[in-house]
């Protein structure tokens, strides 16, 4: 049988024996989000001289998480809930030349480590942030999350949603990152575009991908992706009469300096001013 053309970033064997398939749902939307991740990082390897020691992957606890942790042939960090983005920073620090690419939930970047994706995207470090929004905690029985929308149901939630919804792309926006887009799994391509763009933007990405979770949502995984085409409409194109449909598109893309150039710069004016002196 043809393998993959994306299976070169997976580990297929591991200490206990086999890691494919995927330990996720029937349905789960995580595997295409790996996937759109994969296709943008390999052209980038493929066109522009980019080496797989170029990236690391970071990511917290969730089931998004499990894509870091247990399958990636990639240098990863399996960390702490809520905790990915101070340790992205680490690693950028230690090394400002690699691309850390945080795979995070809208648990762990809305919830416990909202506070770390503001500061992050205020400092606009050079970090790409892939955020798979399934709008609950999958890993912990399918609760409410700061994305859940108001009316939905989940299980801590069961007569409905009647607290607001976050907007994670407008949060990012607004907090300062330079570059920002939403779309579903219903839309690899521009999924992979996005990413891509972020990869190669210097300075805070954060490319959210609306993914399906048929286990807690209780729905068949075609019926929600194509509610994405259906209750989607385009930043650029919506109209009044959208209002209840969810934006996607490019919310923000603009350069401005990094955290790590500017760190250089001044920390290279000191020296200038020391050797003056
Ligand atoms: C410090 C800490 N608090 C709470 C938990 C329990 N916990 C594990 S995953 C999770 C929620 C994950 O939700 P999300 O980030 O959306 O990821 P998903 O499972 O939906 O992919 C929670 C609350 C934990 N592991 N660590
Ligand atoms: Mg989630």
Known sequence: MKKHPMLKYLKEQGPQGDRLPLIMCPGCGSGQVLNFIFMAIDH??????????????ISGVGCHARLT???????????????????????????PELHPVVITGDGDTGAIGGNH????????????????NNKLYGMTGGQSSPT??????????????????????????????????????????????AILKGLENRGTSFIEILSQCPTHFKQSPSQMIREYKEKTVRLEKMQEDDAGK???????DMRKPDWSSSYRKIVQSVQNKTIQD
């Open 148 to 193: 859940t929308l108001n009316g939905e149901t989940t299980s801590t939630n069961p007569y409905g949603n009647f607290e607001a919804d976050f907007d994670l792309c407008e949060l990012a926006k607004t907090a300062g990152a330079t570059y920002v887009a939403r779309w579903t799994t219903a839309h690899p391509t521009k999924s992979v575009k």
């Open 69 to 95: 942790s247990h399958y990636l042939n990639f240098d990863s960090g399996w960390t702490i809930h809520g905790r990915t983005l101070p340790i992205a920073t680490g690693a950028l620090l230690a090394n």
């Open 117 to 132: 994706f503001i500061h992050a995207c205020r400092r606009n470090l050079d970090l790409t942030i892939v955020c798979l």
């Open 44 to 57: 980038l390897i493929n066109e522009q001289g980019y080496q797989k020691d170029n990236f690391v992957f």
């Open 246 to 252: 969810i934006p996607i598109g490019e919310f923000q």
